[in-house]
C-alpha cells in the first residue's frame, strides 16, 4: 500500500507560478512511475505530466510543456510539479498517483500509457489549484 498527500495548491494570478508537492508513504519501492493528473470545472481527469521512479521516462500533455516540470526527489519520498506561465485553463484539482511495477518500462510503453487514469494504482485526495485573470 502506498499513502499519497498532495499540497501546495492554491490561487494564483495569471502567469504566475506554484510548486505542488506529493509525500509518498508506505511501499514505495513498490511502483514503477507516478503522475499527477488534474480535473478542471465540468471536465474529465486528465493526465498533467509523469515519470518513471528511476528518473529515465517523463513525459507531459502538450498543454503544459514547457511550463510545468515533475521531479522527485527520493530522499524524501515526495514528487513535484513545478508550474510556471500559469494559465485560467490550469485551473482545477490536481492528483497524484502512483501505479506499476519495478519491472522494465519500455519508452514505447510509457509514451502510450503515462496519462491512463487506470494504469496507476494509488492516488491521493487532490489539491486545489485556481489561476485568475
Known amino acids: 500500500q502506498v499513502q499519497l498527500v498532495e499540497s501546495g495548491g492554491g490561487s494564483v494570478q495569471v502567469g504566475g507560478s506554484l510548486r505542488l508537492s506529493c509525500a509518498a508513504s508506505g511501499d514505495t519501492y513498490s511502483h514503477g512511475y507516478m503522475g499527477w493528473f488534474r480535473q478542471g470545472p465540468g471536465k474529465a481527469r486528465e493526465g498533467v505530466a509523469g515519470m518513471t521512479r528511476d528518473g529515465s521516462l517523463a513525459a507531459y500533455a502538450d498543454s503544459v510543456k514547457d511550463r510545468f516540470t515533475i521531479s522527485e526527489d527520493k530522499a524524501k519520498n515526495t514528487l513535484y510539479l513545478q508550474m510556471n506561465s500559469l494559465k485560467p485553463e490550469d485551473s482545477g484539482t490536481y492528483y497524484c498517483?502512483?501505479?506499476?511495477?519495478?519491472?522494465?518500462?519500455?519508452?514505447?510503453?510509457?509514451?502510450?500509457?503515462?496519462?491512463?487514469?487506470?494504469?496507476?494504482?494509488?492516488w491521493g485526495q487532490g489539491t486545489q489549484v485556481t489561476v485568475s485573470s
Open positions: 498517483a502512483a501505479g506499476g511495477s519495478t519491472t522494465y518500462i519500455s519508452a514505447s510503453w510509457y509514451s502510450a500509457n503515462w496519462g491512463r487514469e487506470d494504469r496507476f494504482d494509488y
